[in-house]
């Protein structure tokens, strides 16, 4: 079974503070997604990378960056947390395909910033 | 990528087929329909896809009429735990997938 992992399925952060959130996958897929999910809002994709150091800003990009150095692993910065990126926040995984495009989802990691 | 249309919320009846349907009427030949779930709390889940013929697997059946204009999604017997939100997605090339409202489905007992 395709393993995606989140670091952390609750965490609680101070205004101002930098937040990391990871994912990692063990499929060894090109593609990885990171999403937000809100409510009334569905989800709404922030960055997705198609590549090791490769990266593609979504449609709310604003207040995040990405990293991936490794394949398997990409990871969510939030450099400054504001009270506003309080969510759901998804990590997906995928291989590269026109057809089978199936997306494989993390748990989850719901984030509180105080 | 072509927009979905999908009903906000529909019941089912434990036991009953449950028939979920997706517009999609400004799809493009090389475009696949992808139907997600999202149980609450949860990461969506993949279900089915498909691009002109109907497909069945373990979970569901899709049925895409012969203009792909529109989809359904069957649940052949729903369960409680088929209570979840359902996606409809359309993807041509993109790499990523665009999430709309969804279906709310809520199996009754």
């Known amino acids: 079974d395709v393993k995606v992992t989140q670091s952390s399925r609750y965490l609680v952060k101070r205004t101002g503070e930098k937040v990391f959130l990871e994912c990692v996958q063990d499929?060894?897929?090109?593609?990885m997604f990171w999403y937000r999910q809100d409510p009334g809002l569905g989800l709404r994709l922030i960055y997705f990378?198609?590549?090791?150091?490769m990266k593609e800003k979504g449609d709310i990009p604003e207040g995040y960056s990405v990293s991936r150095e490794k394949k398997e692993r990409f990871s969510l910065i939030l450099e400054s947390a504001s009270t506003n990126q309080t969510s759901m926040y998804l990590c997906a995984s995928t291989p590269w395909g026109t057809g089978n495009y199936e997306q494989y989802f993390g748990p989850g990691t719901r984030l509180t910033v105080t | 990528d072509a927009k979905t249309t999908q009903p906000t919320s529909m019941d089912c009846a434990e036991g009953r087929a449950a028939n979920l349907p997706c517009n999609h009427s400004?799809?493009?030949?090389?475009?696949?329909v992808y139907w997600y779930r999202q149980i609450h709390s949860q990461g969506p889940q993949y279900i089915i896809h498909g691009l002109k013929n109907n497909e069945t697997n373990e979970m569901a059946s899709l049925i895409i009429t012969e203009d792909r204009k529109s989809s359904t999604l069957i649940l052949p017997h729903a369960t409680l735990r088929d209570t979840a939100v359902y996606y409809c997605i359309v993807r041509g090339s993109a790499r990523q997938l665009t999430f709309g409202s969804g279906t709310q489905l809520t199996v009754l007992p």
């Open positions: 499929m060894d897929h090109e593609n």
């Open positions: 990378s198609y590549d090791v150091k």
């Open positions: 400004t799809i493009s030949g090389n475009e696949y």
